[in-house]
Nanobody
């Protein structure tokens, strides 16, 4: 199994940037496709972005396209979510998740992501 630990969250003003990290341990990192999800207070969890095992294929939810970038460094067992132009509506707990089933850039099957981190809070003030 893989263990995931997110970091990098915090309080930022609208328009600024943050980079979240997801450090993995356990089974070989490159064996997993990865995703970032988020959950805002009172709302359902939603997928933000995914990246394939090799890093070649990515998917972004419409609400983050052009602002967020997902990436991974398999040599360092770490994934990232770089977030630009943050808005108050981006306020949420952000979770890293892993799937043994690969992704290829299409709309992902979120149920495949069975391994989760504890989340990191991102708060964007106006």
């Amino acid at each position: 199994q893989v263990q995931l630990v997110e970091s990098g969250g915090g309080l930022v003003q609208a328009g600024n940037s943050l980079r979240l990290s997801c450090a993995a341990s356990g089974r070989t990192f490159s064996s997993y496709a990865l995703a970032w999800f988020r959950q805002a207070p009172g709302k359902e969890r939603e997928i933000v972005a995914t990246i394939s095992k090799s890093g070649v294929y990515t998917y972004y939810a419409d609400f983050v396209k052009g602002r967020f970038t997902i990436s991974r460094d398999n040599a360092k067992n770490t994934a990232f979510l770089h977030m630009d132009s943050l808005q108050p509506e981006d306020t949420a707990v952000y979770y890293c998740a892993a799937s043994v089933t690969n992704v290829y850039g299409g709309v992902p099957r979120t149920g495949n992501f069975g391994f989760w981190g504890q989340g990191t809070q991102v708060t964007v003030s106006s």
